[in-house]
Nanobody
Framework: VQLQASGGGLVQAGGSLRLSCAAS????????VGWFRRAPGKEREFVTV????????YYTDSVKGRFTISRDNAKNTAYLQMNSLKPEDTAVYYC?????????????????WGQGTQVTVSS
């Protein structure tokens, strides 16, 4: 599976962005898809994950109620809708795919990674 993340940009605090993660291959629905982020000077951290079918999602506490992960398996694409953005959400965001289809929060469980897209939230 090859992944390509897009949709990042510069937004003011309180604004919204939608990230996309486009995947190649015919078995996209077999993979859980996670979003991670790395802020300047910090380690990469888990943000959210969605199961292959889209029926299960998990979020890190800091984004609950503001971010929504979804996927469209017919389009081989996963999305991260980010609302009420805060300056502390500034980071490079990465999508990743994991098989077996489990809601992993550990980055080491993901074998396929996109190239990252920069999100900058100004105060």
């Amino acid at each position: 599976v090859q992944l390509q993340a897009s949709g990042g940009g510069l937004v003011q605090a309180g604004g919204s962005l939608r990230l996309s993660c486009a995947a190649s291959g015919r078995t996209f629905s077999r993979y859980a898809v996670g979003w991670f982020r790395r802020a300047p000077g910090k380690e990469r951290e888990f943000v959210t994950v969605i199961s292959g079918s889209g029926s299960s999602t998990y979020y890190t506490d800091s984004v609950k109620g503001r971010f929504t992960i979804s996927r469209d398996n017919a389009k081989n694409t996963a999305y991260l809708q980010m609302n009420s953005l805060k300056p502390e959400d500034t980071a490079v965001y990465y999508c990743a795919a994991a098989w077996p289809d489990r809601p992993y929060a550990q980055s080491g469980m993901y074998h396929y990674w996109g190239q990252g897209t920069q999100v900058t939230v100004s105060s």
